[in-house]
């Protein structure tokens, strides 16, 4: 099939959005807690209601792609991540945060299903396994870009009109001037809303599921919720997801806690270097793939991620500032291992097999939340150390993992000299 550049590109721009706005919460959530006066339980919540719509719609929307194709179903999904986004931009109150952030989580985890299949097609079978190495570097490139974008807006809106260009000067009279983090939302409602409009204009392609896309029937499900090792793998994806979210969201409100680090600045900054290492650390990682069996990969990542969080927690300032987002480098090779290392232990439904790990999101939900509840009760440092427990059942998949078949590693072959006769 002819490669559809246009459409490779618009499944490229799909994937930056829905990281903007999908890693925003690091950054924002010492301004929630200072904004509305909540405890740290509470702001975990908010990450809660986002990462619980992950895990509620990954089964369902692939059987909404099924049904509907992708384009009405993208169209859909934009527009709910609009409404979403502009409810809270209008009415900035912390239940209306939790209702928009769910919503605007079953938007963007809808468009996750639906993206993939797309970007097979439109960029051709024989060039999928490169673009979508790609498009997790666009995705990541996102995820560094917000909280830049948040520093920014939060540093020069409302003080004072002068020298502001007419793009300040527009988000300053929509926003409250006690509340100028909440103008990251206005940006995402104008993304999402430019997204429909793309969207809507656009011709897709005619996708044809192959096995591992398609959602698969609930007969499926029941035979693979039967099989150990499937919730073995559904564990780890929800630890990996609770490290990799526990770590990001507590970030900026551990450093101004116990180092009196600026959250909108160098807080900001230290969670755009997290996400910006977890998406280098992919190149890294796929070389060291080639050589080594996955499962020591895994574990070693996940030696260096612990000494890496024994830093941040324990080090002086300037240590844990390092540490932080060191710990994404040594994650991001957790996720794409895991998911591997399931697939190749089934033998059959692989499509459902990868909804299932896709609930595994709400890992995500439930993480942040506890770490909050245990920070309010016996301080931050004892909360976030239960990413002690999350990485460590990660570090486990390495000696229990039993894969039919393991990762191809490059051989080198022995010469050795013939014995003389």
Known sequence: MRRNRYMVVLVFLTFFVISLLTNILGPIVPDIISSFHVSLTAAGFLAFAFFIAYGVMSIPAGFLVERFTEKPVMVLAFLVGTAGSLSFALFPEYRVAM?????????????????????????????????????????????????????????????????????????????????????????FAVATSLMVAVLSWSRFPQVQHTAEERAGSWEMYRSLARKRVV??????????????????????????????FDPHTTGATAVSWFWGLLTAGCSIGMLLLKIFDSRKVLTGACIGALLCLSAALFGPANVSLVAFPAIGLFASV???????????????HHGSFSGILSTAIVGGAVVPVIIGSIGDRLG??????????TFGF????????EPLISNATITLKKTSAEPAV
């Open 394 to 401: 990660v570090f486990s998949v390495g000696f229990w993992a």
């Open 99 to 187: 209702i928009s952030l769910f919503v605007i989580g079953a938007g963007m985890a809808t468009l996750q299903v639906a993206v993939n299949p797309l970007l097979r097609v439109a960029g051709g079978e024989q060039h999928y396994a490169f673009n979508s190495t790609l498009a997790q570097l666009v995705f990541g490139s996102a995820s560094f870009v917000s909280p830049r974008i948040y520093s920014y807006l939060v540093l020069n809106l409302n003080g004072g009109s002068a020298g502001q260009n007419i793009f300040l000067r527009v988000l300053g009279r929509v926003t409250p001037a006690r509340l100028p983090w909440v103008s990251m939302y206005w940006i």
């Open 334 to 348: 957790m996720w794409p291992i895991i998911i591997s290392l399931a697939l190749n232990s089934v033998a059959e």
């Open 231 to 260: 919730w073995m793998y559904f564990a780890a994806m929800f630890a990996y997801v609770g490290c990799e979210q526990g770590t990001a969201d507590w970030i900026s409100k551990f450093l101004h806690q116990y180092h009196g």
């Open 380 to 389: 931050l440092r004892t909360g976030v150390a239960l990413l002690y427990l």
